[in-house]
């Protein structure tokens, strides 16, 4: 029988496949279409401290082998989330991780104080990168000062391990990393989205009403395997990869590179069973080449 499992050192997953933030809605959203038990884990829809109504539509647009959205992490804010959804999510026997939000450092914070003192959360997942939502013209993970600052006051709030998501819109991915390492995150999880857009030739209209949104999907997939390569590289933390990971194939891709982990997004709207189907092929995988451990291929890019 193959051992699917994966230590992250600060919290084991049952196998390395977690569901991405923003496109597996709070979770329960799936349980009808897949048993939740069966993943490695799955992160929430970002929370901020309050409610948020998000970006106004048109919001998503597809293009050629991806998606840009501009939703602007619209959700229900951290106490409905804690009073209403969290007691259906905690018997679930997997990791639950919870995308932190905020417009500030202090919002981040507050979520996080919040958040404490509820039962059933595995860690953080601070969101500091989505393109289409800014911090005085510019997301923190942008900026390798803002970076160390943010995770290191949150680091200082919470009593959970935190995972820092990075973003792809930079000159040096690693820098960044290696900033949010410094300050004291658990983990690093990348890419988030890349900023693009798209524009109706015949009314020359941005096809979203932001104009500019997060391009995911598989058009991502190969720039996103290089920069999780390179972080893996540098970092001495867990790197979480994602980025266009649609198959089992594309998944053992990231772990070769070196994640730790991968997340499933964009996949999750084409199939929502695709989190338990990316698992099966990674079983399969190891059982035709007798592979003992999942986890003894990680990093082994040759």
Known sequence: MTDLSIDLGFMKLKNPVIAASGTFGYGIEFAPFIDLNHLGGFIVKGLYYSSREGNPPPRLVETSSGLINAIGLQGIGVKRFSEEILPCLIDYDTSIIINVCGEHEDEYAAVVDLLNHQPGI???????????????????ALDPETTYSVVKLVKKSSTRPIITKLSPNVTDITEIAF????????????????????????????????????????????????????????????????????????????????????????????DPEATVKIIDELDNFCRERKIGKLETIIGTMK
């Open 179 to 270: 900033s949010a390492q410094e300050a004291g995150s658990d983990a690093v999880s990348l890419v988030n989205t890349f900023l693009a857009m798209a524009i109706d030739p015949n009314t020359r209209k941005p096809k979203l009403a932001n104009i500019l949104g997060g391009l995911s999907g598989p058009a991502i997939k190969p720039i996103a395997l290089r920069m999780v390569y390179q972080a893996a590289g540098r970092l001495k933390i867990p790197v979480i990869g994602m980025g266009g990971i649609c198959t089992g194939g594309d998944a053992l891709e990231f772990l070769i590179a070196g994640a730790r982990a991968v997340e499933i997004g964009t996949a999750n709207f084409i």
């Open 122 to 140: 595995s860690a953080y997942e601070l969101n500091i990168s989505c393109p289409n939502v800014k911090k005085d013209g510019k997301c923190p």
